[in-house]
């Protein structure tokens, strides 16, 4: 094979050390490689970083190993050409496995020009990135404390979610306040209710009635001052997000014109795949690297049925809440389309199907900065006119009838 790269270097990262192989020389003939070892504190990176411009490198390979690969990659970044691989992409052949080998068969792989490159976004879209995960995990770690709160009183016979529609609610809150105090009776417990739920005022105090000792208050105080400690968190972290989003608001702005997009998923969208879609190149890659396609395994000349890949987690999640959403909306394209694919493929295939539409009209809208255009709930009918027609003619002569 054809050496594409005179000077590059191939990385292997550990948590404690980074084995650096350098390969010189002019294609076509073999490369001098030298070997050097360096720890991962800042001031090691630091000088791995000099030894590297001093030898001349322009390019570096590396694996995307767990999270070690990025601060080697922030220190190196701007100074050299950087790749973060796929393991599984560059797997070494069977053998002798050691850091030293690994190192210099990523260099080498990196020389020829065999390594495809992952999408690392660029600074800013990687601190959106990590607020937008960050807000994902507070808000699934606040819902499984909300669970610890209704175990609770379930265990001490308080029957308050069987009355009140949101235990969370303005209302709910009062009353758990009052419950983990334990100075007020239930009728007093229920009179803290607002709005329409005063119409349920007796229900409200017998749900009350239960057995809550003073082991349920205090771990109902607990749990309680947790919930408000993580709402103010919440409340830090989305105005922070709303600031660092700002930047790419025309783009959000196009995608909330998609039907189950809101600004939180339009938010999660942007961050994990940024605004440039040329390092993608086309949909199909781009859906495929999120993991919201089918992948393909075919063997003598028959398809067998595959799952999706497991792709960018927190894209496909954000992709698959979207679809539900879009789903429900009257006189939409995605409607339509779930409800014929669900009758055939059952209601997940669809639910991800509608996921990779959804991505494939972002992507589309992003590259071209185009608005969004509603197909609207008769476009297959109009689109498959004859074929459905023809469907129907058969349906009525089964039936007896002769059209």
């Not at 404390?145 to 979610?161: F, G, P, Q």
């Not at 408000?228 to 830090?236: I, S, T």
């Not at 799952?307 to 879009?326: E, F, Q």
Request: hydrophobic share 45%; glycine share 8%; charged share 25%.
């Amino acid at each position: 094979m054809e050496a594409v790269v005179e000077r590059c270097c191939g990385l292997d990262v550990h948590q404690a050390t980074v084995v650096a192989c350098v390969l010189a020389g002019p294609p076509g003939r073999k490369p001098r490689k030298e070997v050097r070892t360096f720890g991962t504190m800042t001031r090691d990176l630091e000088a791995l970083r000099g030894w590297l411009a001093a030898e001349g490198v322009t390019h570096v390979a590396m694996e995307s190993t767990g999270v070690y690969w990025k601060p080697v990659y922030a220190i190196l970044e701007g100074h050299f050409e950087l790749i973060v691989g796929n393991a599984h992409h560059i797997k070494s052949v069977p053998g002798r496995k050691t850091d030293v080998r690994d190192a210099e068969w990523i260099g080498d792989l990196l020389r020829h020009g065999l390594i495809r490159p992952s999408f690392v976004p660029r600074p800013e879209l990687r601190e959106l990135r990590d607020l937008v995960r960050y807000r994902r995990a507070l808000v699934e770690t606040q819902a499984t404390e909300r669970n610890r709160v209704l175990k609770l009183l379930e265990s001490a016979n308080i029957k308050l979610s069987s009355v009140a529609a949101d235990v969370f609610g303005v209302s709910g809150l009062a009353m758990l306040k009052a419950l983990a105090a334990g100075t007020s009776s239930p009728t007093r417990m229920a009179d803290l209710a607002r709005g329409v739920l005063r119409r349920k005022l007796e229900p409200l105090a017998w749900a009350l009635e239960g057995r809550f000792g003073e082991h349920h208050r205090y771990l109902l105080a607990l749990h309680l001052r947790r919930l408000e400690a993580m709402q103010a968190e919440l409340a830090e972290l989305e105005a922070r997000l709303a600031a660092r989003v700002r930047a790419f608001q025309h783009q959000r702005d196009r995608l909330l014109q998609v039907p189950g997009i809101d600004r939180s998923i339009a938010s999660s969208i942007l961050a994990e795949i940024g605004v440039d879609m040329a390092v993608f190149g086309t949909a199909k890659r781009l859906a495929a690297w999120a993991g919201v396609c089918p992948a393909n395994h075919e063997s003598a000349g028959r398809r067998k049925g595959t799952t999706t890949r497991k792709g960018n987690v927190h894209l496909k999640t954000a992709l698959v809440n979207a679809a539900m959403s879009a789903i429900k909306q009257k006189g939409s394209y995605y409607k339509a389309k779930y409800y014929r694919l669900k009758a055939r493929r059952g209601a997940k295939r669809a639910a991800m199907a509608i996921a990779h539409k959804l991505l494939v009209a972002a992507f589309h809208m992003l590259s071209s900065d185009i608005p969004f255009r509603e197909l609207g709930e008769a476009f297959l009918d109009q689109h498959a006119k004859r074929r459905i027609t023809a469907g129907l003619l058969r349906r009525l002569n089964a039936l007896g009838y002769e059209v």
